[in-house]
C-alpha cells in the first residue's frame, strides 16, 4: 500500500497539510491519510477536508509525553509504506520527524516551502530556503516514505467537502515510553509559536531598558499580535527566550501585520520576515535599512510614537 501521509499538532497546521497533502495524493492517484489523537467527530471532519483515512492514535496515561507515539507511527509506516510523510515544522514536529525518519531509515528534507512532483510524477521535490533567503535548494530522496517538515502557514488550508466519506483506523496504544511527564505547565504568553501568528510586534535593541519591554508588549496586546525579537535582545540580553528571535539564526515568520519597534533592519533579521504581508517600522533613524523593507515606516522616538499607537488602538484619547 502507498499513500500520503500527514501529522501536524494542532488544527490548522493540519489543514494546511491535508492541502497540499490532498494535491499530492491525487497527482500520484494514492490515497491520503491523516493522523490524529483520538478523537473520532474531528476524524469525520478530517475526511471532510480531503482525508482518506484517519489513523487514530489511543489516548496516553497522564505521565506519557507525544514521544511514546514513534514507534506506533514508525510501525503503522512499516506496514503501509506510505509514499510521502508530511510532518508540521513545529519544534515537536521537527524531532518527531526527525525520530520517525531515522527508525524507517529514510530521508527527511526540514523546513520545506514547496513541495511538487518531478517530471517522472512520481518522486517529490521538496525546496527550502538557504543562506539566508539567498538560495533556494531542491531536495529528492530515493528512500520511502519520502519526509518533509512544513512550516505554518507554508499553505493555505484545505476547503470543506461536506459528506465526504472516508476509513478511521484505531491505531494500538504504544509501550510505555522511558520519557515521564512529571510537570504540566501553561504556557507563559511569550512562548507560543510566532509562526502562526498574524500579526507580529518584534522588539528590537532601540528598546532601553528591560522594563521598557512592557511598551512592546502593550503594543503586542493591543493590536492583537505576538510578541517577537531581534537576536540582541534574546541572546545578548536575554530580555525574551531564544525561541521568539527572527532572522537568519532565529525563525522565519509569515504575519499578516509585522511592526518592528526599535530595530535595525540588518539583513539576518530582515530575512527572517521577507514573507510578512505588511512591514511597519518605528526607528528614530531615518536612514536605518528597516526602512527599505518596511511598506509603511515611522521616523521617531519609540518612546513617543508607540505610547501614541497604544492610545490610537484602544480608542483613547
Ligand atoms: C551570522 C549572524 C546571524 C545573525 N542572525 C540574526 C537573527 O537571526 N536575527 C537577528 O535579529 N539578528 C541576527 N544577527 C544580528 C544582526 O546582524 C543585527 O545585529 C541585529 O539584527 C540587530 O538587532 P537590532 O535591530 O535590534 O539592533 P540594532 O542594530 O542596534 O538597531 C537598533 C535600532 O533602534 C533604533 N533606535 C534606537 N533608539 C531608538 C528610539 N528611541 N526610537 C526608535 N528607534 C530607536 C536605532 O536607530 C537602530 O536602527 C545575526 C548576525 C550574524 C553575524
Known amino acids: 500500500m502507498a499513500g500520503v501521509w500527514v501529522l501536524a499538532e ?22 491520503l491519510a491523516a493522523f490524529l489523537l483520538h478523537d473520532r467527530e474531528m476524524a469525520q471532519e478530517y475526511i471532510e477536508y480531503g482525508a482518506d483515512d484517519i489513523l487514530l492514535l489511543p489516548s496516553l496515561p497522564e505521565d506519557q509525553s507525544l514521544d511514546a507515539y514513534i514507534p506506533v ?6 506496514k503501509q509504506e506510505p509514499d510521502i510523510f508530511l510532518v508540521a515544522a513545529t519544534l515537536r514536529g521537527k524531532e518527531i520527524a526527525a525520530r520517525i525518519a531515522s527508525r524507517l531509515n529514510t530521508g527527511l528534507c526540514s523546513e520545506c516551502i514547496s513541495l511538487t512532483l518531478d517530471e517522472s ?7 527550502r530556503l538557504m543562506f ?19 512550516p505554518p502557514r507554508t499553505f493555505e488550508p484545505a476547503v470543506k467537502q461536506s459528506g465526504r466519506e472516508g476509513q478511521i483506523k484505531e491505531l494500538p496504544v504504544p509501550p510505555a515510553s522511558a520519557l ?33 519591554m512592557a511598551l512592546v508588549r502593550e503594543l503586542a496586546e493591543a493590536v492583537g499580535g505576538e510578541i517577537a525579537c531581534t537576536r540582541p535582545i534574546s541572546e545578548e540580553l536575554h530580555w525574551l527566550p531564544e525561541n521568539l528571535c527572527i532572522g ?11 511592526i518592528g519597534v526599535g530595530v535595525s533592519g540588518q539583513i539576518q533579521h530582515v ?40 492610545k490610537e488602538l484602544k480608542g483613547e484619547k
Not at 10 to 24: A, F, K, P, S, Y
Not at 121 to 127: D, H, R, T, V
Request: charged share 30%; net charge neutral; aromatic share 2%.
Open 180 to 212: 515521564r511527564v512529571l510537570e504540566k505547565k501553561a504556557r507563559a504568553h511569550e512562548a507560543s509559536d510566532i509562526r502562526e501568528a498574524r500579526v507580529v510586534v518584534c522588539a528590537g535593541r532601540g528598546i532601553e531598558k528591560q522594563e521598557d
Open 121 to 127: 510524477g512520481k518522486n517529490l521535490e521538496m525546496e
Open 248 to 258: 537568519l539564526s532565529g525563525i522565519n515568520v509569515k504575519p499578516d501585520l509585522y
Open 73 to 78: 507511527i514508525a510501525e503503522e509506516a512499516q
Open 132 to 150: 539566508g533567503g539567498a538560495a533556494a535548494q531542491k531536495v529528492t530522496c530515493r528512500t520511502r516514505p519520502q519526509m518533509a517538515t512544513v
Open 10 to 31: 494542532n488544527h490548522r497546521q493540519t489543514l494546511e497539510l491535508l492541502n497540499i497533502g490532498r494535491v499530492l495524493a491525487s497527482k500520484l492517484g494514492t490515497r
Open 271 to 310: 530575512t527572517g520576515i521577507r514573507d510578512a504581508k505588511v512591514i511597519c517600522a518605528i526607528n528614530n533613524d531615518e536612514n536605518a535599512p528597516i526602512f527599505e523593507a518596511a511598506d509603511y515606516g515611522i521616523v521617531g522616538d519609540l518612546y513617543e510614537v508607540v505610547p501614541k499607537l497604544i
